[in-house]
């Protein structure tokens, strides 16, 4: 197994710094939900990660933790991260994307 | 190199892959885009085979972002780490022979003026610094004193990393490297220096940890080439396996160094400076107003 960023969106959603998805040296790999966290109140939405394409560098969690001061970001076993975006769920619509949840590991055994 | 060919077959639309289902859709073709707005379109980079935590693959990511026209843009490297993820893009890529690239770009450069006249073609060699300050020397100082438009970036990592680790021009006085164990004997090549006797319009030195001022030098170095003559970027892309920069350290070393002795500097001539004040979102490079009084 391997680590993958995770980002936390109560925390991310009441922020919205979008530094993290300006960081990332993958693409389209942090991208961006305007309405994640809307159902809890929040207005802007929030950062998440493709976990498929992360190579887990982990340069985002120094950037939400040093930059932006958030400390959103952790990194999380692939196997333990629960329900997350993959590529083949994400969508993109109008200046924002979202993604339906699914277990990263299915299929693997 | 249109809006044309980035579109379906009609009838082939479903057939095609997601990623490039959402290219068509989704892309940034046609569209003007930000760096802060990624994340929220499908970007041109695709996935490719570079370290985890590459500083150059990030600013080869945020430079793809600030093309002003990536379906008019061509690039061109060469052998380097770089290549690996240009050439995972979806605008074409010309691979040229080691240290060829600003010959390449050169020759492709008049080619697309000759076939497309006024509709600008945008030209990118993107290369690193054993490509363009060692080896591809002599072609891209001569590109440059031939006046040929089209934009040169360095993607300088101060090291061989492809190979082991071995020292390059560009590489500090005294670093010791896997490959140059005694550490270089001799200073870091000033590019910059010569990128202006030589001619150049715009020469800028840039450090990936600050994503929006790499977009603005990137327009403005793309927009420059488009008429005024060649522009030249030097980007400090740290290589953390030749250097051991943990991953997560990578952005640390980036403020660091920039601190240390890669500032941000621009160097614009004057006859640049008039043409893109002439464009939208360059009101900086407008006459002073009391030099407008005086035309009029």
New interface residues.
Partial sequence: MYLVANIETEICAATSCKLCTQYCPEANTILYDNEAGQDKGFKYGAAYVAVDRCKGCAQCVWVCDNMAKHNAIKMEMIDQIGDTALTENVTYGEKTSSAVLANPVRGQG | MSLDYVKFTPGFGKFMP??YR?MV??GPFGKKVS?????????????HP?C????M??FI??A?VAFPNPEDTITVGTAGCGRLAISQAAIPFVYGNYGDQNGVASGLTRGLRLRFGDRPKDVVVMAGDGGMADIGFAQTLHSWFRKEKFTTIMLDNEVYGNTGGQESGMTNRNQVLKMAPLGKKFEKMDMLGMAKVSGCAYVATVVP?N?RRVESVIKKAVLVAREIGPSYIQAYTSCNIEYAIP??????DAKTVENDRYKFSEYITDEAKEYLSQLYGYKEYLPKPAAAVEKQ
Avoid: W
Wanted: hydrophobic share 35%; glycine share 6%; aromatic share 2%.
């Fill in positions: 997601k990623e959402d859709e989704h760096v802060s707005q990624v994340g929220t379109f499908k970007e041109i980079l695709e996935e570079m985890a935590g590459c500083a693959t990030l990511r945020l793809m940890n994503p991953t997560d350290k990578v952005m640390e």
